[in-house]
């Protein structure tokens, strides 16, 4: 299994993103997913998961200006991000939630300037 993670760039604060990240052979469309962050110099954290009957979870940090979402019959998965500020600037990853893919890839970037 591969994953491509794709949209980053930067914007100025309060502006919008929508990342990507494609599952390529993946078979399983059933599993979680989710998205993760690494910010310089901090851990990879959790940013938004998405299971199999769409329940979602959001760090608090996110909630009310992310949203995750998938279309299974393309193996992508999206985070859609608003309101953005420097504290998200960070490379931004997927992976299945909770992470079982050991390459997590180049992620993608993002950068927020205030």
């Known amino acids: 299994v591969q994953l491509q993670a794709s949209g980053g760039g930067s914007v100025q604060a309060g502006g919008s993103l929508r990342l990507s990240c494609t599952f390529s052979g993946r078979t399983s469309r059933t599993s979680a997913v989710a998205w993760y962050r690494q910010a310089p110099g901090k851990q990879r954290e959790l940013v938004a998961a998405l299971g199999d009957v769409r329940s979602t979870v959001y760090i608090d940090s996110v909630k009310g200006r992310f949203t995750v979402s998938r279309d299974n019959a393309k193996n992508t998965v999206y985070l859609q991000m608003n309101r953005l500020t420097p504290e998200d600037t960070a490379v931004y990853y997927c992976?299945?939630?909770?992470?079982?893919?050991?390459?997590w890839g180049q992620g993608t970037q993002v950068t927020v300037s205030s």
């Open positions: 992976n299945t939630f909770p992470q079982t893919i050991a390459d």
